[in-house]
């Protein structure tokens, strides 16, 4: 099983500025990872695919980039409706087995 | 626009069953081109996914709970659904289903989009 780790558990950051969020997998899994964000009582929203691809909606401050084993999710000038949890997920295998990793939360400094 | 809403029941005895189905509206799930998957979350903790099924009617679950799980397809009713089977406390959580977009000819990758979930509480 490919596991995925995220850093920060946690990560405060003030309304504007910048917050990077990590992702690292244990084998590589080439470009083949997606970010979701979650907020409190909702269903995962996609954000980004194939490591750098926003998903149609997703506003431009949301950047995704890596390959390999390392990733990162920059949000660039934080909204007050960005702070959430984030998910990393890799679709690498074959046969699948997809694996999130465990999540990073974002919250207001 | 594509949506999925998730139904069944919400409390199930230790040992017995858990049944859930998700309703596709805003599209066919015979269409081709995507998988439909369940993903769970037990509460205050991350996602797992659980497996899917596609236009085929094949079927790919997690390893982990691979003995357990049976994802089937009604085509007549837009509509895909989950078995568990023997559960315990530990499958207490929130399930969701979710659309997998096609990465190449035979797999897929990304989930989008989401049903709202429904949380299946097990307890005697």
Redesign the interface.
């Given at each position: 099983e490919i596991v995925m780790t995220q850093s920060p558990a946690t990560l405060s950051v003030s309304p504007g500025e910048r917050a990077t969020l990590s992702c690292r997998a244990s084998q590589s899994v080439s470009s083949n990872l997606a970010w979701y964000q979650q907020k409190p009582g909702q269903a995962p929203r996609l954000l980004i695919y194939g490591a750098s691809t926003r998903a149609t909606g997703i506003p431009a401050r949301f950047s995704g980039s890596g390959s390999g084993t390392e990733f990162t999710l920059t949000i660039s000038s934080l909204q007050s409706e960005d702070f959430a949890v984030y998910y990393c997920q890799q679709y690498n295998n074959w046969p699948p087995s997809y694996t999130f990793g465990q999540g990073t939360k974002l919250e207001i400094k | 626009q594509l949506q999925l809403q998730e139904s069944g029941s919400g409390l199930v005895k230790p040992s017995q069953t858990l049944s859930l189905t998700c309703a596709v509206s805003g599209g066919s799930i015979s269409s081709g081109g995507y998988s439909w998957s369940w993903i769970r979350q037990p509460p205050g903790k991350?996602?797992?996914?659980i497996g899917?099924i596609y236009h085929s009617g094949s079927t790919?679950y997690?390893?982990s709970l691979k003995s357990r799980v049976t994802i089937s397809v009604d085509r007549s009713k837009n509509q895909f659904s989950l078995k568990l089977s023997s559960v315990t406390a530990a499958d207490t959580a929130v399930y969701?289903c979710a659309r997998g977009?096609r990465?190449t000819m035979i797999?897929?990758?990304?989930?989008?989009?989401?049903?709202?979930?429904t949380l299946v509480t097990v307890s005697s």
């Open positions: - | 991350g996602l797992e996914w899917y790919y997690n390893p969701y977009a990465k797999t897929f990758g990304w989930f989008d989009p989401w049903g709202q979930g």
